[in-house]
């Protein structure tokens, strides 16, 4: 029986685990620095940036979502960005993907949201099949640009001329 619920701070140290294949996975690893303490002060600190969804199968966590809210302007309406889907290898091909997408799409539209969107890999046939089979269909002519790193740090010490910095 797979059941969709809410994540907890007890489950904070199965998606690490779960993060930690994904970017094996992926290819990723030496991109991996996740830790449990910045994870669970993220989803469940005193201003959490994304949430959690948990998949149990027969009563173990078997796969998870983590997303957080966007905003549309040509929408006017908030949406979901879905950062990471997983499910556990043994638990592949027993419906827990679509199970936690169909949960994505249920919150999305009690929240009004416009959209729920996220990225694959181009070399991730099976993901893309899969999500193709839910009616999801790849945006086309937007190009992902990301400032990580040092680059971000320096782009932030360069300040603006004239610009009083914005502080929150």
Avoid: Q
């Avoid at 690490?16 to 002060?41: N, S, V, W, Y």
């Avoid at 790193?149 to 932030?156: N, P, V, W």
């Avoid at 603006?160 to 929150?168: A, K, L, N, T, Y």
């Amino acid at each position: 029986m797979i059941e969709i619920r809410a994540g907890a701070p007890s489950d904070v140290a199965f998606v690490i685990a779960c993060i930690r294949a994904l970017a094996e996975f992926e290819k990723l690893l030496e991109h991996f620095h996740a830790t449990e303490d910045a994870l669970a002060r993220h989803l469940f600190g005193a201003e959490p940036s994304c949430e959690l969804l948990v998949a149990e199968l027969d009563g173990e966590r078997s796969g998870y979502a983590l997303f957080f809210t966007t905003y549309s302007t040509f929408l006017t309406r908030p949406g979901i960005f879905l950062e990471d889907l997983f499910v556990v290898a043994d638990a592949r091909g027993k419906g827990l993907g679509k199970a936690l997408l169909v949960e994505l799409a249920r919150l999305a539209v009690h929240r009004e949201c416009g959209r729920v969107e996220w990225s694959v890999l181009d070399w991730n046939r099976r993901a893309i099949e899969f999500y193709d089979s839910l009616g999801a269909r790849p945006v086309t002519g937007w190009i992902p640009y990301r400032l990580e790193g040092d680059r971000l740090s320096e782009l932030a010490a360069t300040g603006s001329m004239g610009v009083r910095p914005f502080r929150s």
